[in-house]
């Protein structure tokens, strides 16, 4: 099993950055790895995925302005958010799946999650 722990939420105005970090209790190599979050009143939906190779594939919400990233040595995964809007409100989460196909498919089920950070964007 792995454990997630995120780190790095808060409160920024409209238009901040903010950078998350997610520390996992295991290697990243054979699994699949993404942030996701869930906005107050709203099912919890894909933010980005990334691959073991570092290809990424972010939600048409978040492109251009989130990047996902992983560090393989430290085994922690990052999401910068910039240009950070009030609809990013929201708790993320990071989440892993064992390796089975693409690692940028957004339909796939996770398998283990850390227990969230809030982002609060206020305008």
């Known amino acids: 099993q792995v454990q997630l722990v995120e780190s790095g939420g808060g409160s920024v105005q409209a238009g901040g950055s903010l950078r998350l970090s997610c520390v996992a209790s295991?290697?990243?190599?054979?699994?699949?790895m993404g942030w996701f979050r869930q906005p107050p009143g709203r099912e919890r939906e894909a933010v980005a995925l990334?691959?073991?190779?570092?290809?990424?594939r972010p939600a048409d919400s978040v492109k251009g302005r989130f990047t996902i990233s992983q560090d393989n040595a430290k085994n922690t995964l990052h999401l910068q958010m910039n240009s950070l809007k009030p609809e990013d409100t929201a708790i993320y989460y990071c989440?892993?799946?064992?390796?089975?196909?693409?690692?940028?498919?957004?339909?796939?089920?996770?398998?283990?999650w850390g227990q969230g950070t809030q982002v609060t964007v206020s305008s």
């Open positions: 989440a892993a799946r064992t390796w089975v196909g693409s690692c940028l498919d957004f339909s796939r089920r996770y398998d283990y």
């Open positions: 295991t290697t990243y190599s054979t699994y699949c």
């Open positions: 990334i691959d073991s190779g570092g290809r990424t």
